[in-house]
T-cell receptor
Framework: NAGVMQNPRHLVRRRGQEARLRCSPM?????VYWYRQLPEEGLKFMVY????????ESGMPKERFSAEFPKEGPSILRIQQVVRGDSAAYFC???????????????????FGSGTRLTVV | TQLLEQSPQFLSIQEGENLTVYCNSS?????LQWYRQEPGEGPVLLVT?????EVKKLKRLTFQFGDARKDSSLHITAAQPGDTGLYLC??????????FGSGTKLNVKP
């Protein structure tokens, strides 16, 4: 009963290289969310995807960042030409639906992965 | 601009003390969640509140959602070192994505 799997756990890239972060949602979850967290800060929403669809990318920087969630395989967050300011922890979360399974039911919400810590040197 | 403001930012207390953490906003939320995050790990959901005035208890933790659904509090009774971590509130304005507060970093000293 694996949870949300993210890999790699740690990623070091030189400025200008590409970073690819992977997220496999929990079994049965078709909604994936990516968040970024800087040290000592909360999580900032980046993008919300369903299989083969980007639902909300309002938190994504306009350039260099892209995300996908193909029909088969994990969701990928891709950062091209990384800069030092991209260094952060990137978390993926999944839910069985839009994160609001049943407002009157059991506790619901996101299940988060352990994150990928990106360091740009 | 932070949609959710958490206070205090940092809290260091002795084992056995009580504490309250606050999460405030000028926006109304359809639901609000509390998470706890330990270093090097992702946040773990503690509770979801959806009804104004709702109170939920989870062992020594008591969560309250404000009547107007704009704010929430987390009260911990007789804190233990195992409670140490970053406490995050997250609100969903319209049953869509969640916005997170900047967190309260709690340190409980033995």
């Amino acid at each position: 009963n694996a949870g949300v799997m993210q890999n790699p756990r740690h990623l070091v890239r030189r400025r200008g290289q590409e970073a690819r972060l992977r997220c496999s949602p929990m079994k049965g979850h078709s909604h994936v969310y990516w968040y970024r967290q800087l040290p000592e800060e909360g999580l900032k929403f980046m993008v919300y995807l369903q299989k083969e669809n980007i639902i909300d990318e309002s938190g994504m920087p306009k350039e260099r960042f892209s995300a996908e969630f193909p029909k088969e395989g994990p969701s990928i967050l891709r950062i091209q030409q990384v800069v030092r300011g991209d260094s952060a922890a990137y978390f993926c979360a999944s839910s069985p639906n839009r994160g609001q399974a049943n407002p009157l039911g059991k506790d619901y919400g996101y299940t988060f992965g352990s994150g990928t810590r990106l360091t740009v040197v | 601009t932070q949609l959710l403001e958490q206070s205090p930012q940092f809290l260091s207390i002795q084992e056995g003390e009580n504490l309250t953490v606050y999460c405030n906003s000028s926006s109304v939320f359809s639901s609000l969640q509390w998470y706890r995050q330990e270093p090097g790990e992702g946040p773990v959901l503690l509770v979801t509140v959806v009804t104004g005035g709702e109170v939920k208890k989870l062992k020594r933790l008591t969560f309250q959602f404000g009547d107007a659904r704009k704010d929430s509090s987390l009260h911990i009774t007789a804190a233990q070192p195992g409670d140490t971590g970053l406490y995050l509130c997250a609100g969903a304005p319209n049953f869509n994505k969640f916005y997170f507060g900047s967190g309260t970093k709690l340190n409980v000293k033995p």
